[in-house]
């Protein structure tokens, strides 16, 4: 009995051979997050080591190495490491009025609750509090700054201080123009006067 030509190909096909595509249990290295360029940039560079702490507010905390150490008959120490507590927690922004889904670690769930709120937390403006942050936490921060209710209490802030407000978009927009301009001018009068003249390049 002839089996079909189609029938026949897909047999021929088939192979009891291992499979050339390669498996691996590696896992694949995770993107670090870029920022908008409405945003500020990050004063600090973002975590290489451990890159899934750019994803959320962990607080400074990374994965830590020891030993193990048996205390049976067989003494001796074994490596091995400590993860992180991470947890996905529902906080609430009073700038936002909203509930957030954080990724969030037990050691920054503690801070945020000692600085009486998220938005407190997240408007730190040490050094220390701002490297704590991250790119995740630098990007929150900037939507809470934006908000009408905390724009309004630098308002009052500004005020106390008898600080001037801040220009406008336009106005920072043009002022930037002017700045660019004045430049390039002051860099092409420099050009000319550098220049030589034909005097000069024939003697």
Not at 74 to 101: M, Q, Y
């Amino acid at each position: 009995m002839t089996l079909p030509s189609s029938f026949s190909a897909a047999f021929r096909s088939l192979s009891l051979t291992a499979s050339k595509r390669a498996f691996s249990t590696t896992r694949p290295t995770q993107k670090l997050p870029k920022l908008p360029d409405y945003i500020p940039p990050y004063p600090y560079s973002p975590n290489y080591t451990y890159r899934q702490s750019n994803t959320g507010l962990y607080g400074g905390t990374t994965i830590q190495f020891g030993n193990k150490i048996s205390q049976g008959r067989n003494e001796g120490k074994t490596r091995r490491f400590w993860k992180p507590n991470v947890r996905r927690k529902k906080i609430w922004s009073d700038a936002l009025e909203d509930f957030l889904f954080i990724k969030v670690t037990r050691k920054a769930l503690r801070t945020i609750r000692k600085a009486g709120g998220l938005d407190n937390y997240l408007l730190d403006d040490r050094p220390a509090r701002i490297k704590e942050l991250g790119v995740f936490g630098w990007k929150l921060r900037w939507q809470v700054m934006q908000t009408d209710k905390i724009q309004e209490q630098f308002r009052k802030e500004r005020k106390r201080l008898g600080l001037p407000e801040p220009p406008t978009f336009e106005e920072w927009v043009k002022q930037k123009e002017a700045e660019i301009k004045t430049q390039v001018e002051e860099h092409t009068n420099i050009a000319e006067l550098t220049k030589p003249t034909y005097n000069e390049k024939n003697y």
